[in-house]
């Protein structure tokens, strides 16, 4: 039997079966262009969409406009190493090691350590930002170009407070530099662009948005931050943020890490606070701040309503010092400044900010709620001085002791000023103990605190404060709100609702 006829069975068989598979992968490929295709015409359709709609513009345009400014610093620290000192792992035998680690341990010495920076030149003279914390402790500076140079800086001034600091290169030829941006124009959502030397690699971009405005990270006095979704690192430290104009809107400072890396979490110094900082660092080499004299907290749900205020914004006065503007003003504790200069204090720390940036001699206007009422104040405002003078208190005498309330109350004699660490021009009573059941318990009182006032009536004795917490928390609504002092710091407690019933 011939075997053309198999061969040419076969054959046709395969082409049947490889034209069902052509026809199969057709009909699938119409299947899965057909939506496609429809979205590219739809596409090519809407003329009428913005191009920012679709895609983002090209940084690139930016980056070269404003990377020569951008610096990498390079500092020479001295840091003693010994009893506290990291040792790094150490080759050769255990003895070896023993004994490098035995001889370290019995001589401390000190060594040079290089920290690794960024800054921008904000003046073609060759003025550079940074943070403070960049600077802090050198004792040689180096700044790095773009091109490769390197030369000499002078710290000009720095401000802790801050976290800023001013740098001084001379090369003998104008450099390139950026601008101030204003950060109040910047909103949440809007792109940023960080530029900084990560890890000391140098030169590096990095992108993203704004994620909010006005944090507070406990850093210093003055915190209001941008936080910041573009990358940062160890070493973007004093490197500039800047907006999609090239300008400076703040100057990135710190980062939230759980790992020591960038989890999209940074923070930058916003421009409006960082440049008149800058300014009088190289008019005068130092900051100068406005001062009102008092001691503030936030208003918190129990104190607003234990003072009558319509709403929760302002500032709680828990103390004034004396021979202060407040005090000469007459503004006193239990005060609530709910305005400075006709702007409202919203959150407590907005207080700090503005009285700072008041230039000093100059008059301000305070918006007061005192005792349900409000009241406006005129003062003059004065220079922050660097200490403040505690006055004293010479009394003597022998503790006398009462019990209200689950607490069990002390005079306050100057042997319990010293130990407590109150300020001898404090007055009031000694919580000597207290139960867990008392109504003050609720509120946080312990022992050691000086009740001050009790609804803002002065206390001097146990007698008077047993009075007057009786009469507070016989009445109807238990009103009750405390000033205390705790370790030389004053601070208001209220009684709540939510408190009270345990």
Same mark, same amino acid.
């Given at each position: 039997?011939?075997?053309?006829?198999?061969?040419?069975?076969?054959?046709?068989?395969?082409?049947?079966?490889?034209?069902?598979?052509?026809?199969?992968?057709?009909?699938?490929?119409?299947?899965?262009?057909?939506?496609?295709?429809?979205?590219?015409?739809?596409?090519?359709?809407?003329?009428?969409?913005?191009?920012?709609?679709?895609?983002?513009?090209?940084?690139?345009?930016?980056?070269?406009?404003?990377?020569?400014?951008?610096?990498?610093?390079?500092?020479?620290?001295?840091?003693?190493?010994?009893?506290?000192?990291?040792?790094?792992?150490?080759?050769?035998?255990?003895?070896?090691?023993?004994?490098?680690?035995?001889?370290?341990?019995?001589?401390?010495?000190?060594?040079?350590?290089?920290?690794?920076?960024?800054?921008?030149?904000?003046?073609?003279?060759?003025?550079?930002?940074?943070?403070?914390?960049?600077?802090?402790?050198?004792?040689?500076?180096?700044?790095?170009?773009?091109?490769?140079?390197?030369?000499?800086?002078?710290?000009?001034?720095?401000?802790?407070?801050?976290?800023?600091?001013?740098?001084?290169?001379?090369?003998?030829?104008?450099?390139?530099?950026?601008?101030?941006?204003?950060?109040?124009?910047?909103?949440?959502?809007?792109?940023?662009?960080?530029?900084?030397?990560?890890?000391?690699?140098?030169?590096?971009?990095?992108?993203?948005?704004?994620?909010?405005?006005?944090?507070?990270?406990?850093?210093?006095?003055?915190?209001?931050?941008?936080?910041?979704?573009?990358?940062?690192?160890?070493?973007?430290?004093?490197?500039?943020?800047?907006?999609?104009?090239?300008?400076?809107?703040?100057?990135?400072?710190?980062?939230?890490?759980?790992?020591?890396?960038?989890?999209?979490?940074?923070?930058?110094?916003?421009?409006?606070?960082?440049?008149?900082?800058?300014?009088?660092?190289?008019?005068?080499?130092?900051?100068?701040?406005?001062?009102?004299?008092?001691?503030?907290?936030?208003?918190?749900?129990?104190?607003?309503?234990?003072?009558?205020?319509?709403?929760?914004?302002?500032?709680?006065?828990?103390?004034?010092?004396?021979? /202060? *503007?407040?005090?000469?003003? !007459?503004?006193?504790? &239990? #005060? $609530?400044? %709910?305005?400075? =200069?006709?702007?409202? +204090? @919203?959150?407590?720390?907005?207080?700090?900010?503005?009285?700072?940036?008041?230039?000093?001699?100059?008059?301000?206007?305070?918006?007061?709620?005192?005792?349900?009422?409000?009241?406006?104040?005129?003062?003059?405002?004065?220079?922050?001085?660097?200490?403040?003078?505690?006055?004293?208190?010479?009394?003597?005498?022998?503790?006398?002791?009462?019990?209200?309330?689950?607490?069990?109350?002390?005079?306050?004699?100057?042997?319990?000023?010293?130990?407590?660490?109150?300020?001898?021009?404090?007055?009031?009573?000694?919580?000597?103990?207290?139960?867990?059941? /008392? *109504?003050?318990?609720?509120? !946080?009182?312990?022992? &050691? #605190? $000086?009740? %001050?006032?009790? =609804?803002?009536?002065? +206390? @001097?004795?146990?007698?008077?404060?047993?009075?007057?917490?009786?009469?507070?928390?016989?009445?109807?609504?238990?009103?009750?709100?405390?000033?205390?002092?705790?370790?030389?710091?004053?601070?208001?407690?209220?009684?709540?609702?939510?408190?009270?019933?345990?």
């Amino acid at each position: 039997m011939s075997s053309k006829p198999f061969a040419h069975g076969v054959e046709a068989s395969r082409a049947q079966h490889l034209r069902k598979i052509l026809l199969a992968t057709t009909a699938a490929a119409v299947l899965v262009l057909a939506p496609v295709a429809g979205l590219e015409f739809a596409r090519a359709q809407d003329v009428s969409a913005p191009a920012s709609a679709t895609a983002l513009p090209s940084l690139s345009p930016l980056v070269k406009k404003v990377m020569p400014a951008v610096v990498n610093i390079s500092v020479v620290e001295s840091q003693e190493t010994g009893d506290s000192a990291q040792l790094e792992p150490t080759p050769g035998s255990p003895l070896d090691q023993y004994l490098r680690r035995f001889f370290q341990n019995q001589a401390p010495e000190r060594r040079q350590v290089t920290a690794l920076g960024s800054g921008f030149i904000i003046d073609p003279s060759g003025l550079i930002v940074t943070n403070n914390h960049v600077v802090d402790g050198a004792k040689k500076v180096t700044v790095l170009f773009q091109d490769g140079s390197k030369h000499p800086a002078k710290i000009l001034g720095r401000d802790p407070k801050t976290d800023l600091a001013l740098l001084k290169v001379d090369v003998g030829h104008p450099l390139p530099y950026v601008s101030w941006g204003d950060s109040q124009r910047e909103n949440v959502g809007d792109w940023v662009v960080a530029i900084g030397n990560p890890f000391g690699l140098g030169g590096t971009v990095s992108a993203g948005i704004i994620s909010a405005r006005g944090r507070d990270i406990g850093a210093g006095p003055y915190d209001d931050f941008l936080q910041i979704d573009a990358p940062i690192n160890r070493g973007n430290s004093g490197g500039p943020t800047f907006n999609l104009q090239g300008e400076v809107v703040g100057i990135n400072t710190a980062i939230y890490s759980p790992n020591g890396g960038s989890v999209g979490i940074g923070f930058a110094i916003p421009s409006d606070l960082a440049r008149p900082i800058i300014d009088q660092l190289h008019e005068h080499g130092k900051v100068t701040r406005g001062w009102l004299g008092v001691q503030i907290q936030e208003v918190t749900p129990a104190l607003a309503k234990a003072m009558g205020l319509p709403n929760e914004h302002g500032a709680v006065v828990a103390d004034v010092t004396k021979g /202060s *503007p407040a005090d000469k003003a !007459g503004i006193k504790t &239990g #005060d $609530v400044i %709910e305005a400075f =200069n006709g702007h409202e +204090v @919203t959150r407590m720390r907005d207080l700090p900010l503005m009285v700072a940036g008041t230039p000093v001699g100059s008059e301000a206007k305070l918006q007061i709620w005192r005792k349900g009422g409000e009241t406006t104040l005129t003062l003059d405002i004065a220079e922050q001085p660097a200490q403040l003078q505690v006055s004293s208190n010479d009394e003597s005498g022998t503790p006398e002791t009462q019990n209200a309330a689950g607490v069990r109350l002390e005079s306050l004699t100057p042997e319990l000023h010293r130990q407590l660490h109150v300020p001898g021009n404090v007055k009031g009573v000694v919580v000597r103990s207290i139960s867990d059941s /008392s *109504p003050l318990a609720s509120i !946080g009182v312990e022992p &050691g #605190d $000086v009740i %001050e006032t009790v =609804n803002q009536q002065n +206390v @001097t004795t146990p007698g008077e404060a047993v009075e007057k917490l009786k009469a507070a928390l016989s009445g109807p609504d238990k009103r009750l709100m405390l000033l205390l002092n705790r370790h030389g710091v004053n601070e208001y407690v209220a009684l709540s609702e939510e408190s009270n019933q345990g």
